[in-house]
């Protein structure tokens, strides 16, 4: 999960343990995965249950650390908590189609609001709230967990398959949402960076694209381009070569490397495979190529220089 | 959601809109589910994925107001966290397979004695973990969502299917979790009235009999089981008259009326059915009958008294 409210490309602050260390520590006590399934670690989990293969995903948003609400409105909120999980599903090549949504809030806590964005993200992305929870407790923590068919051929695509030789792609140019937060702070409200920031897309129709094209690896654009283009690296045992960024209009490259929370998907794919063709003949935007996987797992380059590591990591 | 530290009985303080209001007004905008799904208003969701059908439910737990950290650990925080949500599931007649749990805690909270009860309630339930997320906020808000098979024959038990004549049976006494939250008060550390506050034990094996029985409707008491009982009768729009209570060893009739969170099942059932035997046959403690379903949905009564209303209820 990325974070809006640092200063894009600061140190994590926060004292305690970081998020990926916890992460590790209690994988390893969940034990591994029975074949066909995909436990912690990626985007999304596939599972069996009964003669069905699922994929779900859950994550929470916070007011207050996901989303400052003197900026920003509880629906917009509301949208990006169900937003980030879609966009989860997506990152796999899965389409989420119903979700749970539980809420702890405090007692006169805007709920109407805050289910005014939930169900207009729905709606746009076709996954049905079908239950959940509401209950008291400090702050406004709102968790989403969404259910999607995660069978069929081809498999859902997982961050560990890229190889050397793979092109690395990118759904749409980065740092929108970053430049969107600056824009809301120096007291602009709307524009299609503040839309960025505010109502994130999630690429559905393009994470199912990528996995049709027999994508190796793909991850969505929570964290921040370096560190979640690091998790493939990290998980597939490859370095890379960038030959430069994808920048969105208005966004610096540090918006674009480290911003996060912008959900454009980062795909890794054979060259044979013709990502942007597919792409196109889909009726999807272009993709962008930003460089290719190498033998090297060290190496790791944007421009002939190292790559600098951006994004958020939460601190527990 | 029940909340073991109010007093039993008590009258809800908290200023607002009560959580049944707000849930069947969002549950308006949310839409009627399709043929063979069930959404918001039972334990769980059915939801159809593919050609598979699906039970689903989620719940929040939240320390200071599900659990109180002065008496109870957080491990036994995490283990009710995963309880609650089986629950639902076996309410349904359903078995919980797999979960996904996020996590808001403040900086430096106890997440690896969080996940030892998560964890053991994994493997005490056959409901491996396989996911989730972690993110820094207010307090400590642990969501949990779980996924089992909703398919197959008898179908999972709904809340609507109770008709007059039907037996009103509850898999055991109840009362133990409120009396064993007033002992920890008093001081006592141990013993089943505290374990079965700290570590409630969901009743998988009874709700699958059930469902085999075909029970015409079924719910799990976690708000008290007056409260429960009477979600069963409104949705299935019959009264009942109760012969009397089953009290836990140790607990009051107030604790056995509206202690909640015991998470036995309530279960209606038309008498040719011999729960009771099918209960034996299956190696399951004897179930208690406890009164039968009327035709007048005014009529509750209790040995011959109106049924007093108890149990809790979130005001958000």
Redesign the interface.
Known sequence: ?GDPTRRPGSAPS????D?FE??R??AA??GA?PRG?V??G?D??I?R????L?A???????A???ADLTLTSVADLGWKALAVNVSDLAAMGCVA??A??????S???D??GL?DGL?AA?EAFGC????????????L?V?V?V???G?GVPPPVLRSGARPGDEIWVTGPLGAAAAGLRALRAGHRDGPLVDAHARPTPRVGEGRAARAALASAMIDVSDGFSADLGHILDASGVGCELDGLAVADGATEDDALGGGEDYELVICCRPERELAARFRSAGLADPVLVGRCVADQERRLLAGAPLPLRGWV???
């Open positions: 999960m926060v004292p305690g343990t998020e916890t992460i520590r209690i006590r969940v995965a399934e436990w912690i990626d999304a989990a599972v249950v009964g003669d069905a699922l779900i995903a859950a994550d929470a948003v916070v207050g650390v996901h189609d119903r749970l949504v539980t809420v702890s809030a007692p006169g806590s709920l109407d289910y169900l729905a049905a709230i079908v239950g959940g929870d509401l209950t008291t407790g400090p702050g923590v968790s967990s259910i999607g068919d069978g939460h601190h527990l």
